[in-house]
């Protein structure tokens, strides 16, 4: 199947530094991704949507400035939180639409963000 | 909005029964859903999808069931083991391709 690689996997960072995370489709090629975030005992929640070679989608209330979407080939896009603050720590996931399938997405492993 | 949502927040099973998960969903337009198996710490995990012109469909120890007349989606293990304990959620793809979760089931798989 489909394998979408997330990096990293944990991070720690002080408040007001920027911290960037990769997602990257290994085997397959995908024009679209999305981020979403997770918050502990809570579920998915679309953040952007990441589009190659154009500017990302983002949801109604998510920052694009403070979250900033790089999708610059088609297996990788980038997630970058800029000036972090304690409460954008969460786990962040990315996942891929392989063209071809029904439909589904597959999902990286998650990014838990830990902003101190 | 239009969301979809869980009946039940925790399911407990003895190992070895079988396990049903519930979801509702509210938008009717949806034409696609897919259940994921979330453990601790890692990312979704895909388990079964099913298309909105079909009712059941099978997989390895797993089922989803649609009933589009009253917008219910539920997933069925057999034979629960205990390494089916995790988050189960629902989804629904909205037509964009951005996929849409319910709020999660943790199920707890009593040895």
């Known amino acids: 199947g489909a394998v979408v690689s997330q990096h990293p996997s944990w991070v720690i960072c002080k408040s007001g530094t920027s911290v960037k995370i990769e997602c990257r489709s290994l085997?397959?090629?995908?024009?679209?991704m999305f981020w979403y975030r997770q918050f502990p005992k809570q579920s998915l929640m679309l953040m952007a949507t990441s589009n190659e070679g154009s500017k990302a989608t983002y949801e109604q209330g998510v920052e694009k400035d403070k979250f900033l979407i790089n999708h610059a080939s088609l297996t990788l896009s980038t997630l970058t939180v800029t000036s972090a603050h304690p409460e954008d720590s969460s786990f962040y996931i990315c996942s891929a639409f392989a063209s071809g399938t029904s439909g589904g997405q597959y999902f990286g492993a998650g990014t838990r963000l830990s902003v101190l | 909005g239009e969301s979809v949502g869980l009946h039940l927040p925790t399911l407990s099973v003895q190992e070895g029964d079988n396990s049903i998960i519930n979801c509702a969903y509210s938008?009717?337009?949806?034409?696609?859903f897919i259940w994921y198996k979330q453990e601790s710490g890692k990312g979704p995990q895909f388990i079964i999808d099913?298309?909105?012109?079909?009712d059941k469909r099978q997989g390895q120890r797993v089922t989803v069931l649609l009933n589009k007349t009253v917008k219910h989606l539920s997933l069925q293990i057999a034979a629960t083991q205990p390494g089916d304990s995790a988050v189960y959620f629902c989804a629904e793809n909205t037509g964009r391709r951005a996929l849409t979760f319910g709020s999660g089931t943790r199920l707890q798989v009593q040895p």
């Open positions: 099913i298309r909105s012109n079909m």
């Open positions: 085997d397959f090629q995908a024009t679209t």
């Open positions: 938008n009717s337009a949806s034409d696609y």
